[in-house]
């Protein structure tokens, strides 16, 4: 296929050379065999040094994230209070059950003394990529074992593309450093003689093309530097539509998704840190609650005086300590939820029958006082969803509305859900808005709004936006407040299409 930028070579090779090639095919000749050394230069030595730094941060990355999961198994209360029972088979199911968690695991043991142990396996999932297995060791301080062992599947293609860019930089770097002057002379001797022939006609043309898209050519080339020195946010204008244009479309488009991947890992990241800290938090606050509320009515049964004084004061302060109790026990509920959130299973949905599912079970809103309006596409749009979680998406964001909407004294309360396909022939993806009629967002609680334990209401955790876009990222897509909206709040969803 001709294309217009092989069109614009040739048409200047063709007028620059047609005239002086007569005198100076044999110079060309002899000088093809030395002008791959051009290539040869240490700025992209650099460049190959800094991507093979890069690719090294991030297996080091994923031995850091093995060591932390192996340091979460040694101090499970799960896994101690299998082991308490002194029954070999709860222990193993409680070690199959973190590998079901994990899908990076495929086997854990425990060691104890001699050559005691306990261990539990688990296959790759079919059709999972070529893997080496790693293994992993921790002190464990649960008797009678002294240590955890942990074996965990890596992409095999990790470790090798590493090792294969090491052995392609440490050759590059050589070549560097090999001797210049044979190959400078040669090719300083051909263009001495091809310039002495063509520098009346081709020089004026030749620059005049070739500065116009080597500045295009140069702004790439400084945009990835800045790539590599993880400057995410660099977008380079394609000027016009030829293929280097298409070049730097195509390059904007990756760094656009790199952000968004680097974005994505690092919220998720963070969210398992919040998990882990309701995990924690749940059990502290979860054992003292009993005795604590036995003590309060063993306070009340047991006094057999007569002041009445006193006796109206003991039953309020009891009253006191059941309703704390059990705002206490509803928050501990809501922090376990959150840190045992189920893994994402997506499965071929077509969104259509999906969102009409979605209208049936969000139907006693409009008992409420609430209108919610659908407007369901047409056509069908196939999606990777899974039905259970992106539905607990779509039900805390209309449930969120309709809240704020009950509050607000809004004259006609409205809620309406749309869904339309959106990104062109790129990005194929589908765009799910949930918009209200009311107050809307303040401006600055933006920035803060998917926060776990961020909220504006008197009551709740702020824990359901949080999960929202947890569940989100997980399916590969986007959600964010529309800072635009002109009335009201307006949370837009953006998953792709499948295929």
């Not at 030829?242 to 479309?249: F, M």
């Not at 939820?337 to 259509?352: G, I, K, S, T, W």
């Not at 029958?353 to 056509?379: N, R, T, Y």
């Amino acid at each position: 296929m001709i294309r217009r930028l092989d069109v614009k070579i040739v048409f200047t090779l063709l007028v620059t050379t047609l005239v002086p090639m007569a005198i100076s095919i044999y110079l060309v000749g002899e000088a093809v065999d030395t002008s791959l050394g051009v290539g040869v230069n240490s700025a992209i030595a650099g460049h190959m040094e800094r991507g093979l730094e890069i690719h090294r941060q991030y297996i080091e990355a994923v031995k850091g994230q093995q060591r932390m999961r192996l340091e979460q198994l040694a101090d499970s209360a799960a896994l101690r209070a299998a082991v308490d029972t002194r029954d070999d088979a709860q222990v193993v199911a409680a070690l199959e059950k973190v590998l079901a968690a994990d899908p990076s695991l495929r086997e854990l043991k425990l060691v104890g003394p001699g050559s005691y142990e306990v261990t539990a396996t688990a296959l790759a999932p079919p059709g999972a990529k070529a893997e080496r297995l790693v293994t992993r060791s921790a002190p464990i301080a649960i008797e009678p074992y002294t240590s955890i062992d942990a074996v965990f599947g890596v992409e095999a293609s990790l470790l090798e593309s590493y090792t294969a860019a090491g052995k392609d930089t440490a050759t590059y770097e050589a070549l560097v450093r090999a001797p210049p002057q044979y190959l400078n002379r040669r090719v300083i001797y051909v263009y001495l003689a091809i310039l002495g022939v063509i520098v009346a006609g081709s020089v004026t043309l030749g620059v005049f093309w070739t500065r116009a898209h080597a500045r295009r050519i140069h702004r790439l080339s400084a945009a990835t530097a800045q790539v590599a020195r993880g400057d995410l946010s660099v977008r380079v204008d394609p000027g016009s539509g030829d293929e280097v244009g298409e070049l730097v479309e195509s390059f904007n488009g990756m760094v656009a998704e790199l952000g968004a991947s680097r974005t994505r890992i690092e919220y998720l990241q963070k969210i398992s840190a919040w998990q882990e800290m309701a995990r924690r938090l749940a059990h502290e606050i979860k054992n003292p609650l009993t005795p604590i509320h036995l003590a309060a009515q063993q306070l009340r049964e047991k006094y057999e005086g007569d002041d009445p004084a006193f006796r109206r004061l003991l039953d309020q302060s009891t009253e006191i300590i059941e309703e704390e109790v059990a705002t206490l026990r509803r928050l501990t509920s809501d922090f376990s939820a959150f840190a045992r959130l189920p893994e994402v299973r997506p499965q071929l949905v077509d969104l259509r029958e999906f969102l009409e599912e979605c209208e049936q079970s969000l139907m006693h809103l409009g008992e409420q006082g609430v209108a919610v309006v659908w407007e369901i596409p047409s056509d069908p749009i196939p999606v990777l969803i899974d039905r259970m979680m992106m539905k607990r998406v779509l039900d805390n964001l209309t449930r969120n509305a309709a809240e704020a909407l009950a509050g607000a004294g809004v004259p006609d309360p409205r809620i309406r859900i749309t869904a339309a396909r959106t990104g062109g022939r790129k990005r194929n993806e589908v765009e799910l808005r949930v918009a209200d009629n009311g107050p809307g967002i303040q401006p600055e609680h933006h920035p803060s709004i998917f926060d776990p334990y961020f909220t504006t209401k008197s009551e709740g955790t702020g824990l359901g936006l949080a999960i929202c876009k947890k569940i989100v990222l997980e399916h590969g897509g986007r959600i964010w407040v529309d800072e635009d909206a002109a009335h009201g709040a307006v949370f837009v969803v953006v998953i792709p299409i499948a295929g």
